[in-house]
C-alpha cells in the first residue's frame, strides 16, 4: 500500500514541476509587457506562491521570486522614517499629519525665539536671584579678573580691584545689610576659596572711599601673596558664588 503511493507521487512529481515552470513562464512574459515594465525599472519584487492541498494535511508551500531589474535602476536598502520624494502629496491623511507636525515646529521655533528676548525687569530679576535662563554656548565664571601690579605687593597690605566689575558682578547678590556693611568703614568679612590649592581663606571687603575702589584687606598679603608665591604681572581672577556667599580664587597665569 506505502509503495504504491510512493510511485504514484512519483508520478505526479513531473505534472507539479511542469505547472511551476508554466507559471514562471507566464510571469515572464508578462514581465515585458505593459504594466509590468514600471515594476522592472522601480525595483518591485514579484513573488508567486503555489500549493497544494491534501485532505486533513497542511498546504505544500512553493514559493519564487521574480525580480527584473534593468541595467540602469539603483535600489538603496537604507532604512528611512520619511522621504521627501514619497507620493504622499494626494494622500488627504498624509497631508493631514504632516501639516500638524509642520505647525507644530514652527510653534515650537517661535517658543525658542521668545526665549532669546528679556525685558530689563526680568533682567534684574534673574540676576537677583544668580540664576539666567538664557542660553549661551558658554559663559565665563571668572569677570573679575586682574593683572597683579606693585601696589597689590607692597607694604599697604591690599588687593585693589576697580568699581565697574565689583558693582557689576558682585553688589547686585548681596542683600541691603551687606552692601550697607562693604560701604562701612569696617568692611565685611568674606570667605575666599581658592580653587588652585583646594583651600579656603578670610579677607575683609571693602570699599576704599579716597579712590572709590574695592579692597580686600586683613590676610591679603600673608594668605595670597606669600602663600601662593604671587608676582608682579601675576593673573588672578575673582568672581562671586551667591549660592555659597563665598568668593573664589584662580591664578590664571604666572609673569614671565
Known amino acids: ?23 514562471i513562464h507566464l510571469m515572464k512574459r508578462k514581465n515585458h509587457n505593459g504594466p509590468q515594465e514600471s515594476e522592472a525599472a522601480s525595483g518591485i519584487s514579484t513573488e508567486v506562491t503555489l500549493f497544494h492541498q491534501r485532505n486533513n494535511k497542511k498546504p505544500r508551500t512553493i514559493s519564487y521570486t521574480i525580480l527584473s531589474l534593468t541595467n540602469n535602476t539603483q535600489v538603496s536598502t537604507q532604512l528611512k522614517l520619511f522621504d521627501d520624494t514619497w507620493p504622499t502629496a494626494n494622500i488627504p491623511v498624509a497631508k493631514e499629519y504632516f501639516e500638524g507636525v509642520r505647525k507644530k515646529r514652527e510653534m515650537a521655533n517661535s517658543k525658542i525665539a521668545m526665549m532669546k528676548h528679556y525685558s530689563p525687569e526680568e533682567e534684574e530679576e534673574e540676576r537677583m536671584k544668580g540664576v539666567s535662563t ?6 565665563d565664571p571668572w569677570n573679575i579678573k586682574k593683572r597683579l601690579t606693585k601696589s597689590d605687593m607692597g607694604h599697604l597690605c591690599r588687593l585693589l580691584l576697580q568699581t565697574s566689575p565689583m558693582e557689576k558682578y558682585v553688589l547686585p547678590f548681596l542683600n541691603r545689610h551687606q552692601i550697607n556693611e562693604v560701604q562701612s568703614k569696617e568692611g565685611m568679612r568674606v570667605m575666599v576659596w581658592d580653587q588652585d590649592t583646594q583651600s579656603q581663606h578670610s579677607l575683609i571687603m571693602k570699599k576704599w572711599s579716597t579712590s572709590k575702589s574695592y579692597i580686600f584687606i586683613d590676610g591679603w598679603t600673608q594668605k ?10 601675576d593673573e588672578i581672577g575673582l568672581y562671586w558664588d551667591p549660592y555659597n556667599s ?4 584662580h591664578v590664571f597665569q604666572r609673569a614671565a
Do not use: C, D, W
Open 224 to 233: 595670597f601673596v606669600s602663600r601662593r608665591n604671587l608676582k608682579t604681572g
Open 246 to 249: 563665598i568668593f573664589n580664587f
Open 1 to 23: 500500500m506505502g509503495s504504491s503511493r510512493k510511485e504514484a507521487e512519483k508520478k505526479q512529481t513531473p505534472k507539479k514541476q511542469k505547472i511551476v515552470f508554466t507559471a
Open 134 to 139: 538664557k542660553l549661551k554656548l558658554y559663559n
